[in-house]
């Protein structure tokens, strides 16, 4: 299950840039990332400390460009390994 999906917030909706697989009534946390980043720093360094504590980060390139990236950085051998 995926802990953390990006989105945006319109007319009263979250929508999704990627499809969600978390179950039905799964409890979850909306943080409005433009907002974040003209609050005070006492509540940016707790926002901080929260993502820390969920692994998540924040990534400019779509979902086909990670993928992408992770597959072409793969190194597999020709020559026949000897154990």
Known sequence: MQN???G???N??????EPVTAPDDSKVIVV????QK???TQNRNALMKLFDTLGSWEDSKDTETIILEIEES???RAAD???
């Open 12 to 17: 009263g909706h979250v929508i999704f840039n």
């Open 4 to 6: 953390a999906a990006y």
């Open 32 to 35: 409005f990332l433009d907002m």
């Open 8 to 10: 945006i917030f319109r």
């Open 81 to 83: 390994t000897i154990i």
């Open 74 to 76: 793969r190194v597999s």
């Open 38 to 40: 003209k609050a005070p």
